[in-house]
């Protein structure tokens, strides 16, 4: 029997967020991957330094990669740091990789990493998300409603 799916990720520490993609895209399904890190890039990474504004990942056969993705060199690594823009593979499930490929030929979606974090155990995990893309007349309907909501929350302090 498999394990229901996961509502909210076991994100201990936050180290970068893609704020934007939620305000471009519609987000359909998330996933959780691992990240195949170099030893300079997780050190990087626990030190809080990290990008994800402008990243996006892409399926090619059988395996997930992160473009775009900007880890800064780590300030105590020697020669052998890292490069900061490389491309950086997702571990995930082959079950989950097929989904994605999937979504990605027959419904038009896209795949957007929308956090990157550490859980519990230690590990630099990526939230991915099936999104799909906001015209300009979904924008601004987000943007009246977030409106909405932030003065719904001023009433409510005035009379409460």
Known sequence: ????????????????????????????????????????EVKALRTGEGSIAESYALVEGDEVFLINSSIPEYSHGNRMNHEPRRRRRLLMRAREIAKLQGAITRQGLTVVPLSVYFNSRGRAKVE????????????????????WKREQGRLMRQRG
């Open 1 to 40: 029997m498999s394990k229901p799916p996961v509502t909210e990720f076991d994100k201990v520490k936050v180290v970068a967020e893609n704020r934007r993609a939620r305000y471009d895209y519609f987000v359909e399904e998330r996933f959780e991957a691992g990240i195949e890190l170099r030893g300079t």
């Open 128 to 147: 991915l998300a099936l999104a799909r893309g906001k015209k300009v007349h979904d924008k601004r309907e987000t943007i009246k409603e977030r409106d």
